[in-house]
């Protein structure tokens, strides 16, 4: 019994290390000023939003990453800051290990609506850019109550966009 308890005791630095939420790198620019310009326009309007979304999604299922469906539009400041933020190359890296990605113009909130409306959401965007995290394993949205905590992002910092993005990211995948 007693070499039972100290094994316990021995492994769980180990234990809680495993099951410790994943961290965002280090972001090396302190404000949105310092993003190269021009800001990127990420949303394409003429693009089959549920066939890329089909294909994200089976992506992410085969590689153990959780999908991440941006909904905005160009017309945004919020959501080209987001994506000038998510192109920087540390995050951008970190963010491909642990994501598919795939970027939905929602125009002026009357365009691909269908897609929040599959994982619940069927009442009015409270604003962009609303990201969906998704689990592809059972298609669940994983931050319920949170997709439009960036649609302020202008009032964050770099980092603060990466923490979030952290906060819903798996472990990097094995392989």
């Known amino acids: 019994m007693k070499l039972l308890h100290f094994l316990a005791i021995a492994a769980s630095p180990f234990l809680l290390a495993a099951s410790a939420p994943d961290r965002a790198p280090h972001v090396p620019i302190a404000s949105f000023e310092q993003l190269p310009k021009p800001l990127p326009l990420p949303y394409d309007g003429r693009a089959n939003a549920d066939q890329e979304v089909a294909a994200a999604k089976l992506r992410a299922k085969r590689t153990g990453k959780r999908l991440l469906i941006d909904l905005g539009g160009n017309w945004c400041l919020d959501c080209r800051l987001l994506a000038g933020t998510m192109e920087l190359p540390v995050l951008k890296g970190w963010l491909a290990q642990r994501y598919e990605i795939v970027t939905v113009d929602v125009g002026r909130f009357d365009r691909n609506m269908q897609i929040p409306a599959h994982y619940g959401i069927r009442s009015r965007l409270k604003g962009v850019p609303s990201l969906l995290i998704v689990d592809p394993r059972t298609d669940k949205l994983v931050n319920t109550g949170r997709i439009a905590a960036l649609a302020d992002a202008r009032s964050l910092t770099p980092q603060?966009?990466?923490?979030?993005?952290?906060?819903?990211?798996?472990?990097?995948?094995?392989?």
């Open 160 to 175: 603060a966009l990466a923490d979030w993005l952290a906060k819903w990211s798996p472990r990097r995948p094995k392989g």
